[in-house]
C-alpha cells in the first residue's frame, strides 16, 4: 500500500512548538504516514507560497495543527498561516464531501478551532497524558482502517437496548471480547493473558487495557491477577448475544 501524504500546517508559535510538531511529524512516518513538514522539506531560498501550495495540492491529508496562535493568525489572514487558510478554504469548497482536512488541536485551555474549520470534528492532542490515544484515532483515519465497521441490520427485531448503542465504549468493548473469545479458542488455561489478547486485535494496549477494565466493571470478565482475565456467566452471554461465538 502506498503510504498516505499528509501535509502538515502549523504556526511557528515557540522552540517548544515546533519540537512537538517535529516529534509529532516524524512519529507519524515512524508509524507509515508520508508526513511533509517545512522543518525537513523546506529549504532557505525556496518559495514558502509555492511549497504550501504545490504539497497541499498533492496531499491525501492535510493536518491542521491548531494551536491558540495558530487559530488567531487563521482568523486575521496573517503570513503563512493566512496564505494557507485560503488555500485549505478553496480546496475545501471545490471538495465538499472530502475529509482531507484534518483539525488537530494543541491547546492549553478550551479547544477553539480557526472559523474557516469549525464545521469540522476535530482530534485533541492536548493532553499529553492521552496522545496515544489521539494517535490511534489520527492514524486509523490517515491509513483508513477503521477500528468497526458499520454494523449489518440484524435478523432479530427484539434484541435489548440497552448495551446496543453504537458508541466508542460499546464498540471497543466488544473488540476486547471479540479478542478474548479468540484467544481462549487456543489456550489451555481459564485465565488469559493480557499480552495474548493484545495479539488477537489492533486496539493499542494502552486501549485495550481501558476496554478490558469496563468489561471486568461490566461484570463480564474478572480478574483475580493482574493482566489475568476469565469470562464470566454474563460474558459468555455476551458473546453469545453479539454473536462472537455461536450459542
Known sequence: MTPPKAFISYSHDSAEHKSWVLDFATTLRNRGIDAVLDQWD???GDDLPHFMETELAKCDYAIIVCSETYVAKANAGEGGVG???MIVTASMLQRIDS??????????STPVLPTFLQSKLYINFS???EVEYSLDE??????N???FEKPDIGANSFMPLQGSKPDRTADGLKAAMTAIA?????SPYDQLDIGKIAGFTDIHRLKLERYLSQAESDGLVTSNVIGQYS???DGYDYLVNHGIIDA
Open 42 to 44: 523546506l529549504r532557505p
Open 83 to 85: 496564505y494557507e487558510k
Open 99 to 108: 475529509n482531507k482536512i484534518i483539525p488537530v488541536v494543541r491547546q492549553s
Open 127 to 129: 493532553n499529553d497524558s
Open 138 to 143: 489520527l492514524l486509523r483515519t490517515l491509513l
Open 145 to 147: 482502517a477503521p477500528l
Open 182 to 186: 479468540k484467544v481462549f479458542e487456543q
Open 231 to 233: 469470562v464470566t456467566n
